[in-house]
């Protein structure tokens, strides 16, 4: 009851509204000011003690009111009888089975997607790296190029002896494959020195040699892998050396095996049939 109700009531009239809400300490102060003013008149506040006392025995005549399990089906009978009561319930429980089973079904299928993705997470930052291809074709016509233009920046290991040369591949560690001993492919070639290029994925030994005469350059190079890698090229035969050769804007390149999984490869700028005639001298079959 509002405000503007209570001050349109009497004296009388606001005790008996408000009795409950004062017992309860809910009156507003305006409100317990105006009650206080009207206890002491009428009997009221015998009135107030007589209803506080009837009201805490209506509550506990209210505690003794419960409904026991034969009222209760009784009242549900009212509703439906006991065959549709159980076939209601038989279908809420078979209801629930159904959403529980899909509710596990799904959890698992999560836990386990979760699994299979750090799986693969996993495997993916901690296993083995694949080795991404190699191209002997281009990255060592491009390392000729670059040591023809620094050769000391590019030589590891300058020398003009041969024999030097033949031991520092031997003694390289971890090369992964037996390096030929390299002999002179013409008398008008000096070796100039040797290097391991390490690409990660695979180590390619080589040597250089140098003409005085023409003033060029010739690379002999040494790594693992098979013809079967190369674009196909006519194979050519130099007393029994089989080749395959290719040619760049500055270079001709010819590759052949050297034994199983191990490729020879020679880049200079003279002519093919020159290049496989210095194979043979420099590493033969």
Not at 26 to 45: I, Q, Y
Not at 69 to 92: F, G, I
Not at 226 to 246: H, I, K, V
């Amino acid at each position: 009851m509002s405000n503007n109700s209570a001050t349109n009531l009497s004296d009388d009239q606001f005790f008996f509204a408000y009795l409950s809400e004062y017992q309860d300490g809910s009156l507003s102060e305006s409100d317990k000011a105006r009650f206080d003013s009207v206890m002491g008149t009428n009997g009221n506040e015998q009135r107030l003690v007589d209803y506080g006392l009837a009201r805490g025995q209506l509550q506990l005549e209210f505690q003794k009111v419960f409904v026991d399990d034969e009222l209760t089906h009784q009242l549900h009978v009212l509703l439906e009888d006991d065959a549709a009561r159980a076939n209601h319930e038989a279908s809420d429980i078979e209801e629930f089975a159904r959403v529980s089973v899909a509710a596990r079904l799904i959890r698992g299928g999560l836990i386990a997607l979760a699994v299979i993705g750090l799986g693969i997470g996993g495997y993916y930052w901690l296993g083995p790296k694949s080795k991404p291809k190699f191209s002997a074709l281009d990255s060592l016509v491009y390392e000729s190029a670059v040591m023809i233009e620094d050769p000391e920046g590019r030589l590891d290991f300058p020398t003009n002896e041969l024999d030097e040369l033949r031991d520092y591949f031997a003694r390289y560690p971890n090369l992964g494959f037996s390096a030929k001993p390299i002999k002179s492919p013409e008398s008008d070639w000096q070796v100039e020195g040797a290097a391991v290029i390490d690409y990660e994925v695979q180590k390619i030994a080589v040597a250089q040699f140098g003409s005085l005469a023409q003033k060029d350059k010739l690379f002999i190079y040494q790594f693992e892998g098979r013809l079967e890698d190369f674009p196909y090229s006519q194979p050519g035969n130099y007393q029994g050396l089989l080749y395959q050769t290719y040619a760049s804007d500055y270079f001709n390149v010819l590759v052949w095996e050297l034994e199983d999984n191990v490729i020879g490869m020679i880049v200079g700028s003279r002519k093919a049939e020159e290049l496989a005639q210095a194979a043979f001298k420099a590493v033969g079959l």
